[in-house]
Each structure stands twice: as structure tokens, then as C-alpha cells.
């Protein structure tokens, strides 16, 4: 069954480092997402991307922040200056079709800690 | 976004059934009712959705009110791994609202063996 790759599956790395975290989504899904999740609270919706641009992004998702699908196959979101309060899992998800009937794939994460 | 309540946790012992509430009063006509689950160190795992009739698949059933202000998710046989956060969440159909997934608190399931 096809499934969503992350990597790496940790990054450790130093404040104001840049850090970019990969994504490959499901081969013939048009829609790609970001969520994070902090040690021990919620799931949180970052940023959604369709037809190479940005279709919603969350407050959390400020200039530091940005997207990318570089070629028909990866999916990167960078952070450009870290911060300690970064340090969560990182996860990627894609769908087929946008609806209410759509599934999100999502992938196993990458954590990210910021020291 | 609708809004969804659930039970913060919920114990079941393996290979008996598991019924997880979900209260989503404030449901509007046009939203769908998803369930995902996330096991320990995973990311999110779809498992089922529902408009208005029950629906059943090889992971779970999921019961909906005839009112739809709620829902109840059906572990038939509890596993061990089935140990997870289960967490019920609506989406609105399409071009009424965001296609992202807000994720509440959920519920977190223990099976003990």
C-alpha cells in the first residue's frame, strides 16, 4: 500500500539554524499539508498546498515558515531561523481530492528539537 | 470549526468491544463526521466517516444520531493495538469551509491485555 515518507526521522539542531524537512506524499495526491505536534498536546494544522501555492495557512505559520514542492515528488517545509519553542514532530500529510470524503495519508514524522 | 467533544480517556479490555462518544452539537447540515486514530509515536491514521448513516469497514463502525449532534465509534474486538488517541473530527463539505483537520484533545484508549 503506498504511504507517506518523512525524513530524516530526527533532526537535532542549534537555534537560528535553518532546517529544512522532507516530505515524499503519495505519488498521484494532489493536496499536501503540515502539522506539528508539541510533546504532549494537539495535532496542529500548519499549512495545505495545491497546484504549487499555498491554499491555507495557520497563525503558527509566519515568515519563518515556508514551502516547497521542488520537483513532481518532494514536499519540504523550511523553517529559516529556529527557535526552541520549534521543537515538536513535524508531519506531512496528502489527499487525493479535496472534500469532506477525503482521507489524509499522513507520514510518520520527523522530530524536530531545537537546542 | 464545528466543535467536538470526547472523553479524555477510556479503558477496554482486549478482544471485548469499545464504544468511543463523540458529542458535536453544533454540527451544520453539510458536515462530514471523520474519525482518526494515532497510535503511540505515529502520526494520524484515518479509520472511518459517516454523513448521516452508519457505516461500517474492517477497522471500526461508526454509529451517528439520527440528530447528528453525535456519534459513537465501534471497536468491535479490541486489540492491543488498537491502543491509541482516537479523535473525532468534522469537515465541512466542499467550499463550505477549510479542507484542514483540526484535531481536538480525543480520547485516549487503553486495552489492557
Known amino acids: 500500500e503506498p504511504e507517506v515518507t518523512q525524513t530524516p526521522s530526527h533532526q537535532v539542531t542549534q537555534m537560528g539554524q535553518e532546517v529544512i524537512l522532507r516530505c515524499v506524499p503519495i505519488?498521484?495526491?494532489?493536496?499536501f499539508y503540515w502539522y506539528r505536534q508539541i510533546l504532549g498536546q494537539k495535532v496542529e494544522f500548519l499549512v495545505s498546498?495545491?497546484?504549487?501555492?499555498?491554499?491555507?495557512k495557520s497563525e503558527i505559520f509566519d515568515d519563518q515558515f515556508s514551502v516547497e514542492r521542488p520537483d513532481g515528488s518532494n514536499f519540504t517545509l523550511k523553517i529559516r531561523s529556529t527557535k526552541l519553542e520549534d521543537s515538536a514532530m513535524y508531519f506531512c500529510?496528502?489527499?487525493?481530492?479535496?472534500?469532506?470524503?477525503?482521507?489524509?495519508?499522513f507520514g510518520p514524522g520527523t522530530r524536530l528539537t531545537v537546542l | 470549526d464545528a466543535k467536538t467533544t470526547q472523553p479524555n480517556s477510556m479503558e477496554s479490555n482486549e478482544e471485548e468491544p469499545v464504544h468511543l462518544p463523540c458529542n458535536h452539537s453544533?454540527?451544520?447540515?453539510?458536515?462530514?463526521i471523520h474519525w482518526y486514530r494515532q497510535l503511540p509515536s505515529q502520526g494520524p491514521e484515518y479509520v472511518i466517516h459517516?454523513?448521516?448513516s452508519n457505516v461500517n469497514n474492517r477497522m471500526a463502525s461508526l454509529a451517528i444520531a439520527e440528530d447528528r449532534k453525535s456519534s459513537t465509534l465501534i471497536l468491535h474486538r479490541a486489540t492491543l493495538r488498537d491502543a491509541a488517541v482516537y479523535y473525532c473530527?468534522?469537515?465541512?463539505?466542499?467550499?463550505?469551509?477549510?479542507?484542514?483537520?483540526?484535531f481536538g484533545k480525543g480520547t485516549k484508549l487503553t486495552v489492557n491485555p
Open positions: 473530527i468534522l469537515i465541512p463539505q466542499r467550499g463550505g469551509g477549510s479542507e484542514k483537520l483540526v
Open positions: 453544533t454540527i451544520s447540515g453539510t458536515d462530514y
Open positions: 498546498f495545491y497546484n504549487n501555492e499555498i491554499s491555507e
Open positions: 459517516g454523513l448521516t
Open positions: 500529510a496528502s489527499n487525493p481530492l479535496r472534500g469532506p470524503t477525503d482521507t489524509q495519508y
Open positions: 505519488s498521484n495526491h494532489l493536496y
